[in-house]
């Protein structure tokens, strides 16, 4: 059964208002929403103010943010926004020019990474399980995310 | 004191930068940790730079932003217990610099780099310290 129900956000943005799969062992079921979560905004003002950074912004020779990272970003959040139970990320700047993205209800944390080539590095720790890997596949992460 | 030993029971210093970038999470005391992005290497470092309190104060650490030409107003400071660092497999090796005596890194034994894993983790062991902690503490103190 294919359970990657959402490949990239462009098919996210084509996905019905509500889709449901099985994922083999255990149950995944992902809402999407008709309309990106209200928090997108916030989180797309987040960005523009990345922008701005200049270099060794943490004093410590951090980079500033890449701007493809920053787009590659974008398309992350608009996608991450239209699945129910997605909360806003913590959404910061990463000392090599990428954009972090963090979640941490206090049980369960994921730390993501987005590059220059859309490539998106994860490490999720949570109730005994706990993964780190990189991957282009925006399904991934939101089954994890929906965990929370 | 032989400086170049780093003792488990010291406490090393980070600067975290102001908002929006401080990326910090807060605890269930209320108080606040640094999140894993500011504890993150970049490309080609080999080790995380720290000071340790035995020899910086956190006022001295956030005093340094000026010979940058940068303002101190916003900026924060994390702690860290060696002791933590060394029990995720790190090292912390003192590497003094001509602005900053108590300067130190948090280095990987091996493999070459501080994985995300170990920066996750090592987050969650940092601490914010107070505007209150950066004012009053002075090099050689102990803090919780």
Request: hydrophobic share 35%.
């Given at each position: ?148 | ?14 600067r975290i930068p102001p908002p929006p970038e401080n990326a910090i999470q807060i605890l269930p005391d209320g108080g606040y940790r640094a999140t ?86 090592l987050a969650k062991k940092t601490r914010i310290l107070t505007p209150e902690e950066i ?10």
């Amino acid at each position: 059964m294919n359970n990657n129900i959402i490949e990239t956000p462009e098919q996210l943005t084509r996905t019905s208002t509500y889709s449901a799969t099985a994922s083999g062992t255990g149950e995944v079921l992902i809402a999407v929403r008709s309309q990106p979560a209200a928090w997108l905004r916030d989180a797309i003002n987040r960005l523009d103010e990345m922008t701005q950074l200049k270099p060794n912004w943490d004093s410590y020779g951090a980079a500033p943010v890449d701007g493809v990272a920053i787009q590659f970003a974008y398309q992350l959040l608009r996608c991450l926004s239209r699945v129910h139970g997605i909360e806003r990320p913590s959404i910061t700047a990463t000392p090599n020019g990428q954009v972090g993205l963090s979640w941490d209800d206090g049980t369960r944390s994921m730390d993501l990474d987005i590059n220059s080539r859309g490539r998106i590095a994860y490490y999720y720790e949570g109730r005994g399980d706990e993964r780190e890997s990189e991957t282009s596949n925006v399904s991934e992460v939101v089954e994890l995310l929906t965990r929370f | 004191m032989n400086v170049t030993e780093v003792g488990s029971d010291e406490i090393i210093l980070r600067r975290i930068p102001p908002p929006p970038e401080n990326a910090i999470q807060i605890l269930p005391d209320g108080g606040y940790r640094a999140t894993s992005f500011r504890l993150r290497l970049r490309d080609g470092e080999l080790g995380l730079s720290c000071s340790r309190l035995a020899l910086t104060s956190p006022r001295a650490l956030l005093d340094q932003l000026r010979l940058q030409g940068t303002s101190v107003d916003g900026w924060m400071v994390c702690r860290l217990l060696v002791a933590d660092v060394r029990s995720l497999g790190l090292e912390v090796q003192h590497i003094p610099l001509t602005n900053d005596h108590g300067h130190c890194e948090i280095r990987p034994i091996s493999p070459s780099t501080l994985d995300k894993n170990l920066t996750s983790k090592l987050a969650k062991k940092t601490r914010i310290l107070t505007p209150e902690e950066i004012e009053s503490v002075q090099a050689g103190d102990t803090i919780p």
